[in-house]
């Protein structure tokens, strides 16, 4: 898990220095090795399809918003048996998944549903009188700030 990461993260580096933001979730990538695309050729074959998809974006804008509807409910039906495994007895981890996963269908952002699930399995930790770790701590204080700019600023 270390390995992927590091490679994760030295290949978000120079994206971020281009103004661009980087904003994945880095066990997509541990999630990918673990389906078995250890190679790196996955992203190849991915950044090549993503290449030619860009000929058929015209086309796209034909098709009327409404129609994508059903294809994202499949899609998000199938990342629901994802949760399967996630251990609902313990409250630590019940309440910020439950968090992520209704809150960004609602806001239509991945960055808000991963940033609450974030701060309140931050809260329930140190609620608990279990410390949680500086760099989960760290990020939660950042989603915090994140949060409270956009209330401040009526967005």
């Given at each position: 898990?270390?390995?992927?990461?590091?490679?994760?993260?030295?290949?978000?580096?120079?994206?971020?220095?281009?103004?661009?933001?980087?904003?994945?979730?880095?066990?997509?990538?541990?999630a990918s090795v673990?389906?078995?695309?250890?190679?790196?050729?996955?992203?190849?074959?991915?950044?090549?399809?993503?290449?030619?998809?860009?000929?058929?974006?015209?086309?796209?804008?034909?098709?009327?918003?409404?129609?994508?509807?059903?294809?994202?409910?499949?899609?998000?039906?199938l990342m629901m048996?994802?949760?399967?495994?996630?251990?609902?007895?313990?409250?630590?981890?019940?309440?910020?998944?439950?968090?992520?996963?209704?809150?960004?269908?609602?806001?239509?952002?991945?960055?808000?549903?991963?940033?609450?699930?974030?701060?309140?399995?931050?809260?329930?930790?140190?609620?608990?009188?279990?410390?949680?770790?500086?760099?989960?701590?760290?990020?939660?204080?950042?989603?915090?700030?994140?949060?409270g700019v956009d209330?401040?600023?009526?967005?």
């Amino acid at each position: 898990m270390g390995r992927i990461l590091m490679v994760d993260g030295a290949a978000r580096s120079p994206v971020a220095s281009r103004g661009s933001a980087p904003n994945t979730v880095f066990l997509e990538s541990a999630a990918s090795v673990g389906e078995g695309a250890r190679t790196g050729l996955a992203s190849v074959v991915t950044g090549g399809l993503f290449l030619v998809a860009l000929l058929f974006t015209p086309l796209a804008t034909v098709v009327p918003a409404q129609a994508a509807a059903p294809a994202l409910v499949v899609i998000g039906g199938l990342m629901m048996t994802q949760i399967r495994r996630t251990p609902w007895q313990d409250t630590d981890f019940t309440i910020p998944v439950f968090l992520t996963v209704s809150i960004i269908p609602f806001t239509y952002s991945i960055t808000n549903g991963i940033g609450a699930g974030l701060v309140s399995y931050v809260v329930l930790r140190i609620c608990k009188g279990r410390w949680p770790g500086w760099l989960m701590t760290g990020l939660a204080l950042l989603f915090a700030v994140y949060f409270g700019v956009d209330l401040i600023s009526g967005t």
